[in-house]
């Protein structure tokens, strides 16, 4: 009885100094993260210098005036907008978020030769400078001090915008200009060539038909601050493909396209510059002149809609403009929400295609099932629709539409909210 009571007093008393150690030992470890020290805050518009990246492949970025410069390994003009975030993220100084005290510092990415290098300069001055690992799970990146084998966690926006390719570190802008300093612009393709100039607040083209305004706006927008998704190695382009811009008080720009598989080309005339670049801008330029003509069934017209009418197969319905506002009168008794009346009928005063019928699109078909729809305005003018079948056009399920000999695909969509009314 005596030694089970001696043994239970013994074990209580190996567990005490066992928690009396942990709890110092926590205590130290709790003082040691508390004492994990930052690297200070520097100015980023003092920063003239930058080396980045692997002891292998070694990145220096200057800064010159007021632009970026790739110094080393190969000359050219850096991406500054890459460059500003940088140092966006290490210019209010890196705090650590933990330390781990381990000696394998390659399992952190630290050794071995995946460890990243990160020094930033000002006027020969030293402001920072650390050694970049993996990416830490649940967020955070390891890294380390100069000097300095403890492996810190601290949030650097990750190992992905300093572990780039020398290439990668080039300036992507292809276009840099004021939209609104586009006064015209000449798009060629193998099929066709067409001039289009500002008129007013729209567009107009040289053979005169209708400009496309929403499609034109994009385009502008598009090219006039246009940014690559890589700078590619100098190549041939296909100066048959392309566009001319016809820039306000400066000499023209011109941009050639070319196409290898599923990745497009740019490069500009009069330089060895070649960039990829998404597919909205080649695609438009390739669907020339369809993909610029205007896209509206008709108007817009300034007379208001007093009546719509759905014909043929399918539900008849009708919608009438009153002195009470927009009401179903076919079928009878059935209440309608005055938002989707509303926004009907505005869609009808200038309806818009998805996409004209053009070569590389589904066939329009008008058998089967069609049906109309049958608008009449406030001065007695009269329009009908016919509705076809049903296709994935461009990436969107559409229907086929037909007016006056035109032909084309109006959004799935827009068909179910108008015919949804009834």
Known sequence: MNLARSTRSLLVAVLVVGALDVGVRLSQRVGEQAEIGALPAFDAAAVDRIRVGRVDRMVVLERRGERWFVAAPSEAPADGVAIRALLAELAPGVRPLARVDEEELDRYGLAGGSELAVSVEAAGRPLLSLTLGHDAPGGGTWLRWPGDDSVLRADVGGRGPFDR??????????????????????????????RVARQGAGWVSDAGWAVDGPTMAA???????????????????????GIELEVRDRDPVRLHFEQRGALFFVGIAGTDQRFRV?????????????????RHLWGPLEQRVIRFERRGAGPTGVLVQGE???SVVQPPGLDTE??????????????????WAEPGLPDADFGGSRHSWRVTFSDGAVRTLELGGSASVAGKPCVAVRVQGRQGWVEERVVRGIEGLF
């Open 165 to 194: 390719a020398p290439v990668a570190w080039r300036d992507p802008t292809i276009v840099d200009l004021d939209p609104e300093a586009i006064v015209a612009m000449r798009l060629e393709n193998q099929r066709a060539s067409v």
């Open 219 to 241: 385009l502008v927008t598009g090219v006039a601050r246009w940014r690559a998704l890589e700078v590619a190695a100098p190549g041939q382009v296909d100066r048959r493909w």
């Open 278 to 294: 998404g597919l909205e801008v080649p695609y438009t330029v390739a669907r020339m002149p369809h993909a610029l003509h205007d």
């Open 324 to 326: 009470a506002g927009l």
């Open 338 to 355: 005055p938002e989707r009346a509303r926004a009907a009928v505005d869609w009808l005063v200038a309806p818009r295609v998805h996409r």
